[in-house]
């Protein structure tokens, strides 16, 4: 079973940025297209963005432009640099593999909180 290991969230003022990393164990990380999720308090987990095993990225319409997304395939691990933060995005991030369809093909993992205060 892969595990999935999301850290480097944390609290930032509106307009600063952060860096979030997520590792992955197994050997199939090359081979697999990764999205970051993310989910407020009282809301449903929302898809953030995703990136391809080309290394091409897509992020949803409320994110586009302030986040980016890229991927260290020797290190297992995708990386999700978010800019200009607004309060909004506040929420618990996650990472996991994404198969056809744009299923989710992986358990879980902790993920990491960030608060962006106003």
């Known amino acids: 079973q892969v595990q999935l290991v999301e850290s480097g969230g944390g609290l930032v003022q509106a307009g600063g940025s952060l860096r979030l990393s997520c590792a992955a164990s197994?050997?199939?990380?090359?081979?697999?297209?990764m999205g970051w999720y993310r989910q407020a308090p009282g809301k449903q987990r929302e898809w953030v963005g995703t990136i391809g095993i080309d290394g091409r990225t897509n992020c949803a319409g409320s994110v586009k432009g302030r986040f980016d997304i890229s991927r260290d395939n020797t290190k297992n691990t995708v990386y999700l640099q978010m800019n200009s933060l607004k309060p909004e995005d506040t929420a618990v991030y996650y990472c996991n593999a994404i198969g056809a369809g744009g299923s989710v093909l992986w358990a879980w993992g902790q993920g990491t909180q960030v608060t962006v205060s106003s």
């Open positions: 197994g050997s199939i990380f090359r081979f697999i297209a």
